[in-house]
């Protein structure tokens, strides 16, 4: 992990992998490397986390422990974040706080996003290019736009609908 770090790179992994125990404030506090993430700009880029910040992480709905999963991950000043299923079992309204708040730090952070995300509308909708991998082979890189033009091929590629939570 500490070399992940001193690569640029932030990892929100599936499980989130929140402190419990602790509250907000304090998860993301022990994430902190210097450099323009703060906590209160992680509580502007998350509104609900400013208002729940001396609640422990094990008092937070999902959606909540999302978000501070990702204000941990982003306490570190990454270059590049990397997320793991970040929408999975999350309620519509949250799937779209999320894709906001991920538009936000693609256009005005100019970070580095890779979400690894099953539910590919939804992933393909924000990603400017797509990869899709079968069994760990890559069998389409491009353009995401490429994709959410063919939907027969992008279901033919996902080997489902294609069918989103929302």
């Known amino acids: 992990p500490h070399r992940r770090v001193s ?7 599936q499980e989130r992998e929140i402190f419990p125990s602790l509250t ?6 022990v994430a902190a490397r210097p450099g323009e993430w703060t906590t209160e700009r992680v509580y502007d880029l998350f509104p609900s986390l400013a208002a729940r910040r001396k609640n422990r992480g094990n008092h937070l709905s ?13 306490m570190s000043n990454p270059a590049l974040l990397l997320m793991d299923e970040p929408l999975e079992g999350l309620a ?16 005005e952070d100019n970070l580095t996003l890779v979400l690894v995300e099953q539910h590919a509308r939804l992933a393909l909708e924000f990603a400017e ?8 082979a890559i069998v389409f890189s491009g353009v995401s736009r490429d994709l959410l033009d063919a939907p027969q091929r992008l279901d033919a590629l996902m080997g489902v609908s294609g069918r989103t939570p929302r």
């Open 7 to 13: 690569l640029g790179i932030a990892l929100v992994p």
């Open 129 to 136: 290019e797509a990869i899709v991998l079968d069994r760990g």
């Open 92 to 107: 519509p309204v949250i799937v779209d706080m999320l894709l906001a708040a991920f538009g936000r730090l693609k256009s």
């Open 24 to 29: 907000v404030e304090e998860n993301l506090l």
């Open 62 to 74: 999902g959606g909540e422990q999302q978000m501070l999963a990702i204000g941990r991950a982003l």
